[in-house]
């Protein structure tokens, strides 16, 4: 729904950028800006700003995958033009306020504003090649927590948890061989999954066979266990945005087959006993069970049925209801979703709407561990947080 709200202030936005960015070139060439190459330079800006929604409406192929992946990522990078043009402008208009100046004339001579725009130009082209750098570079996290119950045979367990790698048009085989390479570098015992393994549309991976091996080379004592998130359903989507869609959203029957072929274990709902030594329970997505599901259990429900002498771990794509985990005797929470707020300032409130947004917190007995993620979703930049895989090291102990 918010999509069909975004894109009125998207566009406005975009006209905001194109008409100071013209206005520039202008000022450069004198006023002698040629017509036509104020109509190429037009067509040039809106086929990019507009790519994500010119791909919804073309067939699956090279074509879409182009002006999605280009939409997506001027989408990230037009963020920091409207905020740093934004302030300038709004400097400007204070300036002019105070020092009483007339709209005859103006603020800032010629030289100036030329000299202004190359640095904001310049400034911009760093931030959207970081930004893309950081998005698309998977950096680790390591961290090493206690858990006072008996683990039978097992004294410590080497847990390597992802999350959120959005596979689709921006995340494909280079970034899932980078993730599995570092996953299998720790050695794991388990290897958990949380959430948004898709980017909702499987129709948007090229190479789905590819990707398949890819995770199947993935090497645990235990095995790979994961659940699904709110991506991780047949939904039509821009720029992180969804649609009205009438019914309940499911996956994509071929992201259930292609997890089963990857031998990634989804628990909906459910938990396994490993080892006889301790649990894993998979909770379905807070706002989107999906296929089967209606209303996921509570967590004193989740618990009700397990031997809580044993550690519990629970899967849980979003980082919600803590204190209620904690309470019903679980003793590590592992989820994603949150992205660290991926970009910033949202990297800002995102630690304000999240009690984790990102890494370790004790509640009580039990530790909430939330990773940023592998990849993105709608701006295909990262500007302020990382892309990571999480060593989790449980030392287990007796009472």
């Given at each position: ?284 997505d807070y706002s989107k069970e999906g296929r089967g599901i209606d209303g996921r259990k509570t967590p004193a429900a989740l ?55 990102r890494g370790l917190l004790k509640k009580g007995d039990m530790t909430s561990i939330v990773t940023s993620g592998v990849g ?24």
């Open positions: 729904m918010i999509a069909i709200f975004i894109l009125p202030i998207y566009i406005l936005g975009n006209y905001y950028v194109c008409r100071w960015f013209m206005k520039w070139l202008d000022t450069i060439c004198k006023g002698k800006l040629k017509i036509g190459v104020r109509v190429v330079i037009n067509i040039i800006y809106w086929a990019l700003c507009m790519g994500m929604y010119i791909a919804a409406l073309l067939p699956e192929g090279t074509v879409r995958r182009v002006f999605n992946v280009a939409g997506t990522y001027w989408y990230g990078v037009v963020i920091y033009i409207l905020l740093i043009v934004g302030i300038l402008d709004l400097t400007r208009i204070i300036i002019r306020k105070v020092k009483k100046i007339p709209k005859t004339e103006t603020t800032i001579t010629r030289p100036q504003f030329i000299c202004i725009g190359f640095v904001v130009v310049a400034i911009i082209a760093t931030i959207a090649i970081w930004g893309g750098i950081q998005a698309r570079t998977i950096n680790t996290a390591e961290y090493e927590i206690e858990v006072d119950k008996d683990a039978g045979n097992i004294d410590s367990l080497n847990v390597v948890l992802v999350a959120d790698q959005h596979m689709g048009y921006s995340v494909g085989t280079g970034m899932m061989e980078d993730m599995v390479n570092k996953i299998n570098a720790y050695n794991p015992d388990i290897v958990i999954m949380a959430g948004d393994i898709f980017d909702n549309n499987y129709d948007a991976l090229a190479e789905p066979e590819k990707l398949i091996e890819i995770y199947k080379s993935i090497n645990s004592k235990y095995g790979v266990y994961a659940v699904y998130g709110n991506h991780d359903i047949d939904e039509m989507i821009i720029a992180g945005f969804t649609f009205p869609s009438d019914g309940k959203l499911v996956a994509d029957s071929r992201m259930d087959e292609f997890l089963e072929k990857a031998n990634v274990i989804n628990l909906r709902d459910e938990y396994v006993l490993i080892d006889d030594s301790f649990f894993i329970y998979g909770r379905p618990t009700s049925n397990l031997d809580k002498k044993k550690p519990i771990l629970v899967i849980d794509h979003e980082p919600r209801e803590l204190q209620e985990l904690a309470d019903a005797g679980v003793d590590v929470d592992l989820s994603g979703h949150t992205h660290d707020g991926q970009i910033f300032p949202l990297n800002l409130t995102s630690k304000i709407i999240w009690e984790n947004s993105f979703y709608g701006p295909g930049v990262r500007v302020g947080t990382e892309a990571e895989v999480v060593d989790l090291k449980i030392d287990f102990k007796s009472k």
